[in-house]
């Protein structure tokens, strides 16, 4: 979710609309970044991103623990303090659930070193060892992405990349789940995207309705990469399925998410009211995407195959509802 600001965005499309000359509105943009932005700091280039990761370690390694532990214990904090021996029974999580996420961003983050736009290292984001101990990662462009073919290549590389894993992954936790009695499972029950369940029934074949599976933490961690990934493929503002939707289609990305938003509104009614918090993040980052320097340079067809891959892999791994819970 990075480029331009409200500001900049309404400058240049003014601009283009009034049909001033790409370049002059490019050395415009590097003008003032040359002038705003100087070279990072080592702390913010090197040691920001280092000690958010390692701290984000310990909070997935802990949640992964804390989901893993059977016994009595009054939430995540006591469990620490109580088990701190048992804390190595989160790693296998913690390791399959950074693996994904690292790709992911290293996938945007060597696409921005090809394409020469300036971007930091991956920013994990520690969170509470109630669920999963990380609201994700970001990486952060210093450069707004002028350049049609980099803003699809910068978009999509996170996706798929973190996609790929996300299927090995959950094809080795899947061989390392239970089947159990449907009646036997109660709380905390996640949705089942389409490629999950056709995965599901190759790797454990097909069950019973009576069944159900109860994910291994490397499984459910698979699963959380397909739900980030879902996330991050909607057609909206400057996430990387606005990247991609306008690096492809242009203009008609707008009404793509303007048909996204009011989806997003109504599963909030009839599914997860998560949904609800999504679409309101959608209408303050700005449903459009900025324009872009070169809107009519072609994109070539193995970029457009790619592109429709990207939205076989948003359908494939969409959860409606993706929690519900079950008494």
Known sequence: MNGLGEDDQRRIQNEVERGEEPDAIAQTIESEADADEGAPSVFSAWA??????????????????????????????????????????GLPFAAALLFIL???????????????????????????????????????????IMDRRALFDIGVAGPLAGFIVAVAVLIVGLNLSTVVDRTATSGLQLGEPVLL??????????????SDIVLHPIAFAAWFGFFVTSLNLLPIGQLDGGHV???????????????????????????????????????????????????????GRTRTIVGWIALAVFVSTFAPVPFSFHS
């Open 197 to 210: 369940q056709f995965l599901a029934w190759l790797v454990i074949g097909p069950i019973s309705p009576e």
């Open 48 to 89: 920001l991103p280092i000690g958010l990761f390692l701290l984000t370690c310990f909070t997935t390694v802990w949640a992964g623990a804390y989901q893993s532990y059977h016994g009595t214990v009054r939430g995540p904090l006591n469990f620490l303090l109580e088990h701190p021996e048992a804390l190595w029974q």
């Open 245 to 299: 939707a306008y690096a492809l289609w242009g203009g008609r990305q707008r009404t793509m998410a303007f048909i996204a938003v009011p989806i997003l509104i109504v599963l909030g009614f009839v599914g997860w009211p998560g949904w609800f918090l999504w679409a309101f993040m959608a209408g303050l980052w700005g449903l459009g995407h900025p324009p872009v320097r070169d809107p009519q340079a072609p994109l």
């Open 102 to 144: 690292t790709t992911h961003e290293l996938g945007h983050y060597w696409l921005s070193r090809i394409h020469r736009v300036p971007a930091s290292l991956p920013l994990f984001i520690p969170g509470p060892p109630h669920f999963i101990g990380t609201f994700g990662a970001i990486i952060r462009m210093r450069e707004p």
